[in-house]
């Protein structure tokens, strides 16, 4: 009988529990979706903790800050710097408190999850008073270059009507103290704006931050904002990337906001 060789089983050389090398190919396969999936998910985090604590993207979508601020401006909002002068604050990092004349971004009082945009007037211990439009701290009229009116009649003190309250004084307002830990905000467009008129003082809490600059401004219609199903908004959308060159305002990419 002739003799043969017996057949070499490479796997017989493994000894019992010893773990199977995958190939190289494969190998170097899943390390490159390793590392999509870690840089993804830092990325995701990094972001999160961006817009939540250093800077955020607003949209403005009413005129009560005109002429300073435009309807459809977007705007890149400093969340840190505000925060850390009222919050206990980190070490060799910018701090800003609230003074007169600042814009600050904050949450609507009657509805939190709505950002609103107005300036600083009146801060606490002061006494606020509107006199034909005139805003007086202390019992002194205050220079606001920063102000229009497009309204040129002065209401008197009687009661008026006004989305948020039916009793209110557009013109003529106070006199008030305005206690600790809370805010007077109007808009520069006073007779289109509502504020601390008509909803009342800001608390400080609510503050989210300060505008920085204007990283993109379209030319929005004065309704938009209120467009809320799905065909309206799709519409909007489709809108604005087809008029994307004409109805952005080059000139006010990155103007910076005061």
Request: glycine share 6%; net charge negative; charged share 25%.
């Amino acid at each position: 009988m002739e003799n043969r060789a017996p057949i070499e089983n490479p796997s017989s050389e493994l000894e019992i529990g010893e773990e199977v090398e995958p190939p190289e190919d494969e190998q170097q396969e899943y390390g490159i979706l390793r590392e999509y999936l870690v840089t993804i998910v830092v990325c995701t985090i990094f972001a999160l903790f961006v817009t939540t604590y250093v800077v955020h993207p607003m949209t403005v979508p009413t005129p009560s800050m005109e002429p300073t601020i435009l309807v459809g401006d977007r705007l890149l909002i400093d969340k840190f710097t505000i925060r850390n002068g009222f919050q206990a604050g980190l070490p060799i990092t910018p701090i800003h408190s609230v003074e007169r004349g600042d814009i600050v971004v904050f949450k609507f009082p009657r509805q939190p999850e709505v950002l609103y945009v107005k300036r600083a007037i009146g801060l606490p211990g002061e006494r606020v008073e509107i006199k034909d439009k005139i805003v007086h701290i202390d019992g002194n009229p205050i220079d606001e270059p920063y102000k229009v009116h497009s309204d040129d009649y002065s209401y008197s003190d009687r009661v008026q009507f006004h989305m948020f309250s039916g009793d209110f004084k557009r013109d003529n307002y106070g006199p008030i103290i305005i206690p600790e830990g809370s805010y007077f905000v109007m808009g520069d467009n006073r007779d289109d704006s509502a504020d601390s008129r008509y909803f009342g003082l800001l608390p400080l809490q609510n503050i989210v931050g300060s505008p920085l600059f204007v990283f993109w401004s379209y030319e929005d219609e004065s309704d938009a904002y209120l467009k809320s199903s799905l065909p309206e908004i799709l519409g909007l959308y489709a809108e604005r990337a087809f008029y994307f060159l004409s109805r952005t305002r080059w000139s006010r990419m990155g103007h910076v906001v005061r």
